[in-house]
């Protein structure tokens, strides 16, 4: 191996500075939390392994995540490995908290992808490393859980494949006894290893019988290298065999330039290829200099870090994790964020899970977190200064798929439960807080159920704050079929003024998304000028609830008779002759119930389409039409009109048809018509709730 590569240095023999940052990344329980948990141990950083059955892993250190057995938020551990510092962010897996490792991608150096030989994940494989590939990250591929594997490595690297748009190349292959894989033969090394429980692997002779399969295999990995180096090809047609130098530069240097995709095996729970792991991410994996140019930062200026995830503890206040990208910064250094808000950071502190100690400084290429970062978001850069930092990276929000609405157990917590909300939307940039004054709910709005049965725990664990949970009411709406006329008088006689307002006035049906609509058909000046102001006032006022209950729209109010009485006339009393006009017109003009009807993108796996599409169609959905989706190989898409009211779970069923990976968008499309027994159930269930609220 050359020189470089043996001290952590490029594959240009220049030695990388500063500590670097892995994100540990992968499918949901394929073993990441386990892996990180087998590097602490085996870099000593740990005295025993912890489970994540036991709920007592580095990893899962938040909770929420050991009660459910599932990372939900990101875990950062710092280990010393033959003199380099690594920092490891454990990502969770889960579909529904992918968004978590988002923001974590543009400060690391690299990410080791943890997956597994089960085809039944590839989709969910294919979800993390698309999202690897579109931030540019360097990453290896931990083939896990090896030694309860069923199926050869070559014959699951086809099925890892189709997941990967990158080449996978493959580094390492097992050594067979009796079907379990009892160790390994590293292709760039030429030497086979046998596994030892929770300890390094021992290298020892290859077998005569191995011989074969070792010369296929590293012939396999050569002809892919090959073809980003000429020289290398050559010596390939010509029979030579390439010096071991050559072979770990290119390794490096195609892994670095994204060109492929280095696999490696073992078996995390064991600890079984932990260290040759290591070992390849020191001697192959890029360092911060690199990182600092793929974000587009100089690598001289004022200090600066990036926010990969925001935290609020009920003693220590905001606790923000970043990574330093240049320079060093201390306790008591005043910081200007991207976002143009300026900070003085009240501690430094190193972090291993839940553990959390002060520190003077973080150094240029650590991370840590930062206390009392107010104003500075989840994403944002901050720099030393009053000056702006510049953007690192910009990542959007996902789209909700779910939502809950919600209320405080205690009325008293109403508002300790608008400053929960807010922290907790801090925290958690996929999870969004609406308010919907006409149905009088507060949304929580996410990426799915557990999502936010998460986000409703850390309310009450973390916040204090106990609330109930529902399914969100649909926004119906009502409009008329038929014209219909009224007259609405309101008389009142108490002694001194009396009040009296009398109008006519006829209701006809609008098209579609014409709104409301009032036309003054006064003459002769039987409702005097500074009265009808007052009447469309008061038929507005009716339309907030029709006689089914519901807003009306798309409906056309003309106001043609009335009279007044010159001392008992007032503003007042014309809103409330409106009213009662408007509750005598309405219930002869065919009033008929509409229900929204939104526009759905289901993107599914092309195997799961017959059962997406039956989803679909059992809920009153009228599917539009089928494509394959976008840059997708073996994914489709479907497009579909979908009403509201039946949009609930839909997620979750959509995700249990498709292992997990299924997802939508959907927006508001039109208004239609609902009728029959639906509609009934609608009307009789929204009476029945009024008469309570009374």
């Not at 180096?229 to 240097?253: C, I, K, N, Q, S």
């Not at 009485?565 to 409106?578: E, G, L």
């Not at 759905?600 to 394959?628: H, N």
Request: net charge neutral; proline share 5%.
């Amino acid at each position: 191996m050359p020189a470089s590569a043996q001290n952590g240095g490029s594959a240009d023999g220049t030695r990388r500075a500063g500590p670097r940052c892995i994100a540990i990344v992968g499918p949901f329980q394929s073993g990441k939390t386990t892996l990180l948990e087998s590097i602490l141990m085996r870099c000593g950083a740990l005295t025993r392994t912890g489970t994540v059955k036991g709920g007592n892993t580095v990893g899962d250190a938040a909770p929420e995540a050991r009660a459910h057995q599932m990372s939900t938020e990101p875990t950062v551990a710092a280990v010393d490995f033959l003199g380099d510092t690594f920092h490891f962010i454990d990502c969770p897996g889960s579909v529904e908290f992918l968004h978590e490792m988002r923001h974590v991608l543009p400060a690391v150096d690299a990410a080791v992808v943890v997956c597994e030989a089960d085809d039944r994940k590839a989709p969910a494989l294919e979800l993390v490393l698309r999202e690897l590939e579109e931030a540019d990250i360097p990453r290896f591929l931990f083939l896990n859980k090896i030694d309860t594997a069923s199926r050869r490595v070559r014959e699951t690297l086809g099925i890892l494949q189709r997941a990967s748009r990158t080449p996978l190349l493959l580094r390492q292959i097992p050594i067979w006894q009796k079907g379990i894989a009892v160790g390994f033969i590293d292709l760039a090394l030429e030497r086979a290893f046998i596994y030892r429980e929770h300890a390094p692997s021992e290298i020892v002779p290859l077998a005569v019988d191995e011989a074969g399969r070792e010369k296929e295999a590293r012939f396999s990995m050569l002809e892919r290298l090959a073809d980003y180096d000429d020289d290398l090809m050559e010596e390939l047609l010509g029979d030579m065999e390439p010096p071991r130098d050559r072979v770990f530069d290119d390794l490096a240097r195609e892994l670095q330039h994204r060109h492929v995709v280095p696999v490696l095996i073992g078996a995390a729970e064991r600890g079984n290829g932990v260290t040759r792991l290591l070992k390849a991410l020191r001697h192959e994996a890029p360092g911060l200099a690199e990182t600092r140019g793929r974000a587009g930062i100089l690598a001289e200026g004022p200090p600066l870090a990036q926010v990969m995830k925001t935290w609020h503890s009920s003693q220590g206040g905001k606790v923000s994790l970043a990574r330093v990208m240049r320079g060093r910064l201390t306790e008591g250094d005043v910081v200007t964020s991207s976002g143009g808000a300026e900070a003085r950071i009240a501690g430094v502190l190193a972090l291993k899970g839940a553990e959390q100690s002060r520190k003077p400084a973080a150094m240029e290429g650590e991370v840590a977190g930062f206390a009392k970062l107010d104003g500075i978001a989840t994403g944002e850069a901050f720099m030393l200064g009053k000056t702006r930092a510049g953007v690192v990276s910009a990542v959007p929000p996902p789209e909700a798929v779910h939502a809950f609405a919600i209320a405080v157990k205690d009325r008293k917590d109403d508002v300790r439960l608008a400053a929960a909300l807010q922290r907790l939307t801090e925290e958690d940039t996929a999870l969004a807080v609406t308010q919907v004054p006409e149905l009088g709910e507060t949304r929580l709005s996410g990426q799915g159920e557990m999502h936010l049965r998460v986000a409703l725990e850390k309310l009450a664990g973390r916040y204090g704050v106990t609330v109930t949970s529902k399914t969100p009411q649909v926004g119906y709406r009502e409009t008329i079929r038929g014209q219909a006329g009224a007259r609405g008088r309101h008389r009142k006689q108490s002694g001194g003024h009396g009040q009296y307002g009398d109008v006519v006035i006829e209701v006809a049906p609008l098209p579609r998304g014409e709104g409301i609509q009032f036309v003054d058909k006064i003459t002769g000046g039987v409702v005097p000028r500074q009265y009808i102001g007052s009447v469309e006032a008061g038929m507005r006022d009716f339309c907030e609830k029709g006689p089914l209950g519901f807003p009306i729209v798309d409906v056309a109010v003309a106001l043609t008779d009335g009279s007044y009485h010159t001392v008992d006339s007032s503003d007042m009393a014309f809103r409330q002759a409106a009213r009662l006009a408007m509750s005598e017109a309405m219930p002869q003009a065919k009033p008929v119930l509409l229900e929204p009807i939104l526009s759905v993108d289901v993107v599914i796996p092309s195997e799961a389409m017959s059962r997406a599409s039956a989803l679909i169609s059992g809920r009153r959905g009228q599917i539009l039409g089928y494509d394959t989706r976008a840059g997708w190989r073996g994914w489709d898409q479907i497009k579909a009109l979908v009403p509201e009211a039946e949009m609930t779970g839909l997620i979750v069923e959509l995700r249990s048809a498709t292992s997990g990976v299924g997802s939508f968008s959907a927006r508001f499309d039109h208004l239609a018509e609902l009728a029959g027994k639906p509609a009934e159930a609608v009307v009789s269930a929204q009476a029945l709730t009024l008469a309570q609220a009374r």
